[in-house]
C-alpha cells in the first residue's frame, strides 16, 4: 500500500515539473510573440504612412491590408499561447492541489464551504467534518457551490441509505480510474468561471445558480402566442394590400389592418422591451456553463456505463445544452437589429419581429426551467462524487466499505487496520476493531495523550466516509447501518447561558433520547469523558448510571475515560467490554503505540507528566 501511495505521490510530482517546464517555455514563446507583435505593428505603420505619402490613398489601402496580415496572425498565436499559459497554470494548480492533499498540507488545499454556524447535529462538528481543517475540505473538488454542498449532505447524513450508498460506491469505483476526466471538470468549470485562484475557485454561486435564479424568480408574462397570431395575420393581409397599391390597383386599403397592427404592437412594448437583455444575460450564462456541459457532451465515455448514465440528459442530440445555446444565440442575432434604428423600424413597421423573437425567448426560458435544474444537479453530483473518487485515487490502499443489510448477519461492525484520513500516512496507527450484538458498550481506557479520542473519530469519521458512498481507510470495513451520535467536543455558550456541564448533559440526554426512539437504524454512539464537567464523585455516580442505561438499547457504542472504576461494569454485565491504549517513559520522555489493547488500562501517565513538567508531585503514586 505504502509503495503505491508513493509511487502515485511521485508520479503527480513528476507531472507538476513537467508543466511548469512547460509553463517557463510557453512564457518565453509569449514574450518572442509580444516582441513580434511589436515590431509587426510598428513596421506595418511605417510601410503604410510611407505608401500614403509617396503613392496615395489607394495604394496605401492595398499596403495597408496586406502589411496589418502577419500583424494578425501574431495576434491570433498569441492569444493561443495565453490560453494555453492560463491552461497549465490551472492544470498544475490541480496537480499541486492533489499533492497536498496526499501530505495534509492544509495552507495550500483549497478552501471549501464556510462551516455554518454551530447548529444541534448528532456528529458534524465531534468528527471534524466541517472547518478548516475538516474531511470536507480534504475531500473537496468541486468547483460550484451546488457541488462543494452535495457532499457535504452526503457526509452529514443521519439516516443511510444502502441504495443510494451502493450506486455511489459503483461510480466512485470507475471515476477513481478516470483522473483526467475528473481533472478536466474541474479546468473547464475554472475557466468558465474566469478565475485561477486556487484558493478561491468556484466558491460563488456561479454562473449556473444565478440563471437558474434569474429562471425561477422572473415572472412570466402572459403568452405572446395569441397576439402573434393576431398580428401575423394582420401582416398576411397588409402586405399584399400595400403591395396592390403600391401598384395603383387598389386604394390604401391596407392602412385599415396596418393601423391596428401598430396599436397591438405598440401595447406590447413593455413585455417585449428586455428582449435583448434577457437574451443576452441568458447567452452569457448558458456560454459559461457550455465551458463544463460541452466537455460532458463530447467525453468519450467508453465503458464507464455508471458515469455515462449519469450524463445522458447531457447525450440528448435534441435537448443538450449547446443546442439550447444555438437557440439563444439566433435570438440574440434577431434581437441585435435593435442597433440598428432604421432597419428595426422598418421591420417591425409591418412585420411583429421583436414580437416573433419574444415569444421564442418565452418559449427557450420554459424549456430551460425545466432542463438547466437537471443539468445542474448532475453537474453537482458528478462534482461530488469526483471529490470522493479523487480522495480512493490519491488513498491506493483505501477500501469500499462493505455495507450488510441483513439483519441478523453478525458481526455488526467489522473492521480491520482502520485508520483516521486526516491523520498524515506516515504517522497514522491503524487497529482492528470489531463490535458482535447490539446493545453492547465498549468502553476504552488508557493515559492521557494515549489515543482515545482520536479512536473514537476514526470509528465515527469512517462510518461517515462509509455512508456517503466513499472509500475508507483501512484494510476491510463490514458495517450494518447505524444512525450515528457523538459526545466529543461538546462547548458551553456564554449567549446561551449554558455552562459546559449542562451543555454535556443535554447532549448526553438528546443522545440517550435517539437511542430509545423506534427508528430503522440502531445508534452507534461515541462518547468521550462523560461528565467531566463535575466533581469526581458525582462524575462516577452519573456515569455508571448512564452506562449501565445504555447497555441492552437499540444501539453500540463505544465511551472513552479515565475513571477505571466504569470498566468494573463489565463483571456485572457481559455486553460491556474493556479495551485500552498504553503508554510508556524511554529517557524521561511520553512513549504512545497508539495501539488497541484488550482489557483495562493498567497504567496511568497523569502524574508522570506532571513530574516531567517539573510540578512538585511526591516520587509515589499516592499523593
Given at each position: 500500500m505504502n509503495d503505491s501511495r508513493t509511487q502515485r505521490e511521485q508520479a503527480l510530482q513528476r507531472q507538476v515539473q513537467r508543466l511548469a517546464q512547460r509553463l517557463n517555455e510557453l512564457h518565453e514563446i509569449s514574450n518572442r510573440l509580444s516582441r513580434l507583435?511589436?515590431?509587426?505593428?510598428?513596421?506595418?505603420?511605417?510601410?503604410?504612412?510611407?505608401?500614403?505619402?509617396?503613392?496615395?490613398?489607394?495604394?496605401?489601402?492595398?499596403?495597408?491590408?496586406?502589411?496589418?496580415?502577419?500583424?494578425?496572425?501574431?495576434?491570433?498565436?498569441?492569444?493561443?499561447?495565453?490560453?494555453?499559459?492560463?491552461?497549465?497554470?490551472?492544470?498544475?494548480?490541480?496537480?499541486?492541489?492533489?499533492?497536498?492533499?496526499?501530505?495534509?498540507?492544509?495552507e495550500h488545499i483549497p478552501a471549501t464551504l464556510p462551516a455554518p454556524p454551530r447548529l444541534e447535529h448528532p456528529f458534524a462538528y465531534d468528527l471534524d467534518l466541517l472547518g478548516e481543517r475538516s474531511l470536507l475540505r480534504l475531500l473537496d473538488t468541486a468547483v460550484s457551490h451546488g457541488g462543494s454542498d452535495r457532499l457535504q449532505q452526503w457526509l452529514l447524513q443521519t439516516q443511510p441509505d444502502p441504495a443510494a450508498i451502493r450506486q455511489r460506491q459503483a461510480v466512485v469505483r470507475e471515476l477513481a480510474a478516470m483522473p483526467r476526466f475528473r481533472d478536466k471538470l474541474v479546468l473547464n468549470a475554472t475557466l468558465a468561471a474566469g478565475d485561477d485562484d486556487e484558493t478561491a475557485v468556484g466558491r460563488d454561486k456561479w454562473p449556473g445558480q444565478r440563471v437558474l435564479d434569474w429562471l425561477t424568480q422572473?415572472?412570466?408574462?402572459?403568452?405572446?402566442?395569441?397576439?402573434?397570431?393576431?398580428?401575423?395575420?394582420?401582416?398576411?393581409?397588409?402586405?399584399?394590400?400595400?403591395?396592390?397599391?403600391?401598384?395603383?390597383?387598389?386604394?390604401?386599403?391596407?392602412?385599415?389592418?396596418?393601423?391596428?397592427?401598430?396599436?397591438?404592437?405598440?401595447?406590447?412594448?413593455?413585455?417585449?422591451?428586455?428582449?435583448?437583455?434577457?437574451?443576452?444575460?441568458?447567452?452569457?450564462?448558458?456560454?459559461k456553463l457550455q465551458a463544463v456541459f460541452g466537455f460532458l457532451e463530447t467525453y468519450p465515455y467508453a465503458q464507464n456505463n455508471g458515469v455515462q448514465a449519469i450524463c445522458q440528459p447531457f447525450l440528448d442530440e435534441r435537448k443538450r445544452p449547446s443546442q439550447q445555446l444555438r437557440r439563444v444565440t439566433r435570438i440574440i442575432t434577431a434581437a441585435g437589429i435593435q442597433y440598428n434604428p432604421i432597419l428595426w423600424l422598418l421591420l417591425n413597421a409591418l412585420l411583429p419581429w421583436d414580437i416573433y423573437f419574444a415569444w421564442r425567448m418565452q418559449q427557450l426560458k420554459r424549456d430551460l426551467q425545466n432542463l438547466l435544474p437537471r443539468w445542474l444537479d448532475i453537474w453537482y453530483e458528478l462534482e461530488a462524487l469526483s471529490s470522493l473518487a479523487t480522495f480512493a485515487y490519491l488513498n491506493p490502499g483505501a477500501i469500499f466499505a462493505d455495507i450488510v443489510t441483513e439483519a441478523t448477519a453478525v458481526p455488526l461492525f467489522q473492521a480491520t487496520a482502520l485508520g483516521h484520513p486526516l491523520i498524515a500516512a506516515d504517522h497514522r496507527v491503524s487497529n482492528d476493531f470489531q463490535i458482535d450484538q447490539?446493545?453492547?458498550?465498549?468502553?476504552?481506557?488508557?493515559?492521557?495523550?494515549?489515543?482515545?479520542?482520536?479512536?473514537?473519530?476514526?470509528?465515527?469519521?469512517?462510518l461517515c466516509l462509509a455512508y456517503a458512498g466513499g472509500p475508507v481507510i483501512a484494510d476491510t470495513l463490514r458495517t450494518h447501518l447505524f444512525r450515528l451520535y457523538t459526545s466529543i467536543q461538546v462547548n458551553d455558550s456564554v449567549t446561551d447561558g449554558f455552562s459546559f456541564f449542562y451543555a454535556e448533559v443535554r447532549r448526553l440526554q438528546s443522545m440517550l433520547a435517539a437511542l430509545q426512539q423506534e427508528a430503522d437504524y440502531p445508534l452507534?454512539?461515541?462518547?468521550?469523558?462523560?461528565?467531566?464537567?463535575?466533581?469526581?464523585?458525582?462524575?462516577?455516580?452519573?456515569?455508571?448510571?448512564?452506562?449501565?442505561?445504555?447497555?441492552?438499547?437499540?444501539?453500540?457504542?463505544?465511551?472513552?475515560?479515565?475513571?477505571?472504576?466504569?470498566?468494573?461494569?463489565?463483571?456485572?454485565?457481559?455486553?460491556?467490554?474493556?479495551?485500552?491504549?498504553?503508554?510508556?517513559?524511554?529517557?524521561?520522555?511520553?512513549?504512545?503505540?497508539?495501539?488497541?489493547?484488550t482489557g483495562p488500562c493498567p497504567t496511568t501517565n497523569a502524574l508522570k507528566i506532571m513530574r516531567m513538567a517539573g510540578l512538585p508531585v511526591p516520587d509515589g503514586d499516592a499523593p
Open positions: 507583435r511589436l515590431a509587426l505593428f510598428l513596421g506595418a505603420t511605417a510601410v503604410s504612412f510611407f505608401t500614403l505619402f509617396k503613392a496615395g490613398p489607394w495604394p496605401w489601402v492595398g499596403v495597408s491590408i496586406l502589411t496589418s496580415i502577419p500583424f494578425l496572425v501574431a495576434v491570433a498565436r498569441h492569444r493561443r499561447i495565453q490560453r494555453a499559459i492560463t491552461q497549465h497554470h490551472l492544470w498544475r494548480q490541480i496537480k499541486q492541489a492533489h499533492l497536498a492533499r496526499m501530505a495534509l498540507d492544509w422572473q415572472d412570466m408574462p402572459h403568452s405572446l402566442r395569441p397576439i402573434l397570431i393576431v398580428l401575423s395575420s394582420l401582416t398576411l393581409i397588409t402586405i399584399p394590400l400595400l403591395l396592390l397599391n403600391l401598384a395603383n390597383v387598389l386604394p390604401p386599403w391596407w392602412l385599415l389592418t396596418w393601423v391596428p397592427f401598430v396599436l397591438l404592437s405598440g401595447a406590447q412594448t413593455r413585455q417585449v422591451g428586455p428582449l435583448f437583455k434577457d437574451a443576452s444575460f441568458l447567452a452569457d450564462g448558458l456560454r447490539t446493545g453492547s458498550v465498549t468502553i476504552i481506557t488508557g493515559s492521557n495523550m494515549a489515543g482515545k479520542s482520536s479512536f473514537l473519530r476514526t470509528l465515527g469519521i469512517n452507534f454512539f461515541l462518547i468521550d469523558e462523560i461528565f467531566r464537567g463535575t466533581n469526581n464523585r458525582e462524575r462516577l455516580i452519573g456515569s455508571r448510571a448512564y452506562v449501565q442505561a445504555l447497555v441492552g438499547g437499540n444501539g453500540v457504542g463505544v465511551i472513552a475515560t479515565h475513571d477505571l472504576e466504569l470498566v468494573r461494569l463489565a463483571d456485572s454485565s457481559p455486553q460491556v467490554r474493556n479495551f485500552h491504549f498504553r503508554d510508556d517513559v524511554e529517557n524521561g520522555r511520553m512513549v504512545f503505540d497508539y495501539m488497541l489493547h
